[in-house]
């Protein structure tokens, strides 16, 4: 039972035709990269993240807790898991759908992220502020259905196992 619910997750659904697949691989890819590079460094305070205030790596590391504590509720008891987990879906989550691997799994932790995003971060600022989750929730949503494509990891690894 358990199997066949991995392989449920795992094996993507391929277009027709090559091209495809290949042409729906560009968001997955582009949204990977954006979400582990330039979303996800600054809540863990990289060196490469856009925040430049003259704070040391570990002071700059420690303000998304307290973004994440103001939204009440759950978020105040627990912020420093759910702050790590936001990030955590963004950095690991983003550099595996750009690989293409446990594609669903990980389409699944990112939209969970973008909407506490949406909704408890950015709502207050308008719509501007929040086309970036937007964003990222549909492609979000289109790779927890259709999974990676045939250019990706979950693909090979279910092409070996399947025959």
Do not use: H
């Not at 997750?9 to 090559?18: A, E, G, K, R, S």
């Not at 040391?56 to 790590?84: C, R």
């Amino acid at each position: 039972m358990i199997i066949n619910l991995i392989k449920r997750i795992t094996i993507p659904i391929n277009m027709p035709l090559i091209w495809q697949d290949l042409i729906l691989t560009i968001p997955r890819i582009v949204c990977g990269i954006l979400l582990s590079v330039s979303f996800s460094a600054p809540k863990f305070g990289l060196p490469w993240s856009p925040v430049d205030n003259n704070l040391g790596l570990f002071e700059v590391a420690f303000w998304f807790p307290n973004d994440v504590a103001e939204y009440g509720g759950v978020f105040a008891i627990f912020p420093g898991f759910f702050a790590w987990m936001g990030a955590f879906s963004e950095a690991v989550g983003g550099i595996f759908l750009l690989l293409g691997f446990q594609t669903r799994l990980f389409s699944f932790l990112i939209i969970c992220t973008m909407l506490v995003a949406m909704f408890l971060q950015q709502f207050q600022s308008g719509m501007w502020n929040m086309l970036p989750a937007m964003g990222f929730l549909w492609v979000g949503i289109f790779y927890v259905i259709t999974g990676s494509g045939r250019f990706g990891l979950d693909y090979l690894i279910c092409k070996k196992y399947t025959k």
